[in-house]
């Protein structure tokens, strides 16, 4: 008697297309923002960093935290400089919008893509770990039926 198929939980089409559009709107929307953005080029230089800085410590953070679901598999000084990255990062771009000098609209809608774009990153990391180990997983039980026959 065989075994009936495994069937690997995927995520639909639908989600992984709401996903990416998302993630790719959030940009465009912190882009436009910031090429816009009135003022001096080293303030608007600054704020560049800082959302380049919290995208790239919100994809290092989302590894950390899924890497290390089912136990600590990092050095407590490597949990400091992820955890910490992020905090700075998010922390010195908040202050830094917090103290531009341009309309309170303008800064809202600074604000708000910004936020928009790390919650974005947090679910496109997610969504793409996922499809990597349902990968993987399938990769594993399709050599295991190969070399059972």
């Known amino acids: 008697m065989q075994n009936a198929p495994l069937t690997l939980p995927r995520d639909t089409k639908a989600?992984?297309?709401?996903?990416?559009?998302?993630f790719g709107i959030a940009l465009l929307l912190c882009a436009t923002?910031?090429?816009w953005l009135p003022g001096e080029p080293l303030a608007r230089a600054f704020m560049f960093m800082g959302y380049v800085f919290c995208l790239s410590a919100a994809l290092v953070l989302a590894k950390f935290v899924r890497d290390n679901q089912?136990?600590?598999?990092d050095t407590p000084l490597w949990?400091?400089?992820?955890?910490?990255g992020f905090g700075t990062a998010m922390a010195l771009t908040g202050w830094g919008l917090w103290d531009m000098?341009?309309?309170p609209?303008?800064?809202a809608f600074l604000g708000v893509s910004w936020l928009y774009l790390?919650?974005?990153?947090?679910?496109?990391?997610?969504?793409l770990r996922d499809r990597h180990?349902?990968?993987?997983?399938e990769a594993r039980l399709q050599g295991r039926r190969e070399a059972a026959q």
Do not use: C, H, P
């Not at 989600?15 to 998302?22: C, D, I, N, Y």
């Not at 089912?70 to 598999?73: F, L, P």
């Open 15 to 22: 989600w992984q297309l709401q996903v990416w559009a998302s």
């Open 33 to 35: 923002g910031l090429a």
């Open 70 to 73: 089912g136990g600590s598999s």
């Open 79 to 84: 949990r400091l400089v992820v955890w910490g």
């Open 101 to 103: 000098e341009v309309n």
């Open 105 to 107: 609209t303008y800064k």
């Open 118 to 127: 790390i919650t974005s990153a947090f679910t496109l990391a997610k969504m």
């Open 133 to 137: 180990e349902a990968d993987v997983l």
